[in-house]
């Protein structure tokens, strides 16, 4: 199993520099080559069946939220383990409860965090410096010990950093301490999924054993 809290400082930051000069919220990942890519989804805690799920409740749920909001707002969608994250800005709370209803609605969504703002949409600035946080604590978690960092998921909203994951709630604490140490973070609001040491283990136990095959 790959010690992602070993991986040395300079990769972990072209990599993740990189992905925030191409893109905004949401892309690091298409910076990282194919193999890599590989990889990550080989150690990722979620089941191969949950992963695959959450990219199409991903694509469904940006097309919904886009038809009930169009360019009155700006909503970003994020899934993880079938739990649904709904952060952005939306008109009205008419506007944000169709949002939600429309996401929750999509089969193999779990739950619904709705974090939406009644606000008009942000600007590019806002939306980039939202990037470049999220670029920064993902470094943070690379260089942070006792945290897989890809075990975590990092979305950032006007400088409010939301973390998901399948994480012990030892690790969930050791993010958000990590996560609010970082520049330009306004808040850390914690959506994880937690388990227990003895899951982590069996967890870390399994893909070691995979990987010796």
Known sequence: MINWTRVTRPLATVLLCGAVVISLQGCIEMAVGTAVVGTL?????????????DKEILVKGEARAHNVVGDAGHVNVTSFNRKVLIT??????????????EVGSIEGVHSVVNELEIAGPSSFTSRSNDSLITGKVKASFVDAKDIYANSIKVVTERGIV???????PREGRVAADVAAGVS??????????????DDLRQMTTASEDQNRK
């Open 41 to 53: 989804a080989a150690t990722d805690r979620r089941t191969f069946g949950a992963q695959t799920e």
């Open 162 to 168: 939301y973390l998901m994951g399948r994480v012990t």
């Open 88 to 101: 952005g800005e939306v008109r009205d709370q008419a506007m944000k409860a169709a949002v939600e209803r």
């Open 184 to 197: 330009g973070v306004y808040k850390v609001v914690k959506v994880f999924d937690y388990i227990t040491e």
